[in-house]
């Protein structure tokens, strides 16, 4: 089994992950130990930087008990010297029993999935899929909320090119969210992605000011806007400006209204909103462990 | 009596009801360039009963392959195809496409990982064919100027 894409999951799919993932919590805690991978070996291929992502994947597979190798920049590997991703995925195919890929070409996970044996998880195709991303964000609002269906779900920032936004809106609509897309008209989200999600569950609201929809939510999902998609950086100014989320934005929110961001933040979310109830985000990022183990335990055989 | 713009032909293809306008890309697809071996007849614009207005290729003793004839189907998907032998048509069919497009053309996102330098042929699933819509099995993508991706 490989993990390349969210719309390769059924909801009833993601819903056993995610009941497994909450299993997991206490071993990613280090409350509990657990040798369910002992012997495995994760091969770990990032052709591009990443924190989270990597950290809580090399986290998740050491507090099964397995192992992890790999890369963290091509430089210094033989994809310095040109070698094709086909090549290097067929040789880590023989090193190890899961493969873990971050790359910067879209498509690359379902390429490597073609090419090597074992499964093949997408860590990120460039501005393509990031399953494990929504996965983990689609078991904090559940963790948090008990339930996604009926939740309204304010998505804002950047909807047009961060696209791992997308696959989280469609899994939402699929769970039977309530979806609110907050951004300039310049950054909104493209028509075929409104489509899609559209076809899934209810129609979404559209809105470019925050203060008109921030009193009804019950999720505020920020995402990072982009410098280098403003041609006029004063413009960016005053896009970011507006978005950002401080004390005095969550003025009138409902008193559960749960923020999130799949970090890093750069100044949407002002570091006083840390200390209040709102804050999920760093919770989110822990989330990332458990989810991942269950993923990892899933694909490996050791859990059914 | 019928006036005839161009001759019939003793051997080969006559590709009739090409969508009006796309003849010059349907020689694209047979590669007349590279093939200088015979003749080939182009009618832009010509009146047609079904459509209005149609092309119409005439290529001299030559059949089509499957590969051409899966291309000719994602541009204009109501073209015939006439074999002619002999001054007879001998086969005739109208094109059809293809559940699946492998190597025939190539990913319209140039961020695809099909569009580096792997070994692999870029391939899509047709999601309609009425109208042409197409999405890379790799990246997703939805391809739209279908003429402009082929090989």
Known sequence: MDVVSIRD????????????ADKMVPIAKGEERSVLLEGFVLGSLFYEPSTRTRLSFDCAMTRLGGRTLGFDEPK?????????????????????????????????????????GKPVINAGDGAGQHPT????????????????????????????????VHSLAEALAMFGAQLTFVAPPSLQIPKEH?????????????????????????????????KERFPDPAEYQKVAGTYRIDLEML????????????????????????????AKYFDQAFNGV??????????????? | MKEFKVTPIRNGTVIDHIAVGMALKVLKIIGVKDDVNSTVSVLIHVPSKKAGWKDIVKIEDRELDPKELDK????????????????????????????????????????????????????????SKKPITLRCIYCDRIATDIAEGLR
């Open chain 1, 251 to 278: 003025k009138d929110v409902k008193k559960d209204m749960m923020i999130m961001h799949p970090l890093p933040r750069v100044g949407e979310i002002a570091p006083e909103v840390d200390l209040t109830p709102h």
């Open chain 1, 9 to 20: 999951f059924s909801r009833e799919q993601i819903e056993h992950v995610l009941k497994i």
């Open chain 1, 133 to 164: 991303q929504t996965m983990l964000d689609l078991f904090t609002i559940r963790k948090e909320k008990k339930s996604i269906e009926g939740m309204n779900v304010v998505l804002v920032g950047d909807l047009k090119y961060g696209r791992t």
């Open chain 2, 72 to 127: 000719i189907a994602l541009i204009s998907p109501n073209a015939t195809i006439n074999i002619i032998r002999d001054y007879n048509v001998a086969e005739k069919f109208v094109v059809e496409v293809p559940n699946v497009i492998k190597g025939i053309m190539k990913c319209p996102n140039p961020g695809c990982i099909t569009n580096k330098d792997e070994p692999v042929e870029a391939e899509f699933v047709v999601e």
């Open chain 1, 194 to 226: 409104l489509k899609q999600v559209e076809a899934m569950g209810e129609k979404p609201k559209i809105s470019s000011s925050l203060q008109d929809v921030i009193g009804d939510a019950d999720v505020l999902y920020v995402t990072r806007i982009q």
């Open chain 1, 76 to 116: 210094g590997s033989s994809v310095a010297k040109g070698e094709t991703l086909a090549d290097t995925i067929r040789m880590v195919d023989a090193y190890c029993d899961v493969i873990v890929l971050r790359h910067p070409q879209e498509g690359a996970a379902r390429l490597a999935a073609h090419f090597a």
């Open chain 1, 290 to 304: 458990p989810v991942r183990m269950a993923l990892l335990g899933l694909v490996l055989g050791g859990l059914k």
